[in-house]
């Protein structure tokens, strides 16, 4: 499981000097004779930005708790379904004993259906979280590129007074880059909340999947183990296990679906 990452302000960014003196060359400088590109500055990492900014799927996550949550409903129901049953002469001949044998052929059929949604779901959701990590490194990227571009463009607007001199009355480009530098300043903080809303639907998931994992690998194996040993004996210290493992297993589950 990836650690949850606290984002530190850009301001706070270690940049490089020669990264800086390359952006005000490049970027920075061309604006005093075509200031109209003022209003494109950094825009390529805002767009990249943009892009990147889609959490897990929570349609997915949704339809796993939904899922399990049938799972426990099915295995709340086995202590009815599954409970051991004699037939006389007559129940046989009416053939409640062949309908009580396809209603548990039945119940397992229904169960192996949800076990079996519940596990590709949890494929897919891993595959999501895994997208999620990548586009959060890439975004962490772009976070230093930002803070590149707002330094280049605070240190721009000290030194853009030895650039121009005569500056004509109505020049406003210092005004129009400092509301430039704010604006990328905001954006990029709107954009870091939503960095930390999707590391926290990253828990969110692996804590889902940890514990679907639990009960897929080894609780549920368990369960059904005691379930044939009760069949095959009936006998009450096996009835207790079955108990005990088929709540043992509901309880993780549950636990599953806790925010």
């Known amino acids: 499981m990836t650690q949850f990452t606290e984002l530190s302000p850009i301001n706070q960014i270690s ?9 005000k060359r490049h970027d920075l400088v061309p604006l005093l004779n075509d200031q109209y590109r003022l209003n494109s500055y950094a825009d390529h990492i805002i767009q990249a930005q943009s892009v990147l900014l889609n959490g897990i799927d929570p349609q997915l996550t949704q339809q796993l708790s939904q899922t399990i949550e049938q799972v426990i409903a ?15 002469g007559l129940q046989k001949w009416l053939g409640l004993d062949i309908e009580y044998d396809a209603g548990q052929v039945k ?47 605070q240190e721009f607007l000290q030194e853009y007074p030895r650039f121009v001199q005569n500056a004509h009355p109505l020049d406003n480009f210092a005004d129009r880059l400092s509301k430039k530098i704010n604006t990328l300043q905001t954006l990029q903080a709107s954009n870091d909340i939503a960095m930390t809303q999707m590391q926290l639907s990253q828990q969110l998931s692996f804590s889902l999947l940890d514990r679907f994992k639990e009960a897929q690998q080894v609780l549920i194996p368990a369960w059904q183990y005691h379930v044939q040993q009760t069949q095959q004996s009936n006998a009450k210290v096996d009835l207790t296990a079955l108990d005990d493992s088929r709540e043992k297993l509901i309880g993780t589950l549950r636990k599953s679906l806790e925010k």
């Open 15 to 23: 940049v490089d000097p020669q990264d800086i003196l390359s952006i």
């Open 74 to 88: 099915a295995l709340a129901d086995s202590k009815k379904i599954l409970k051991p049953k004699r037939f006389n």
């Open 107 to 153: 119940y397992y059929k229904d169960l192996d259906r949800l076990l079996d949604q519940a596990n590709h779901l949890s494929r897919k959701l891993q595959i999501e979280i895994q997208k999620s990590q990548s586009r959060l490194q890439q975004l962490t990227g772009l976070r230093e590129r930002m803070a590149s571009y707002v330094f280049a463009a």
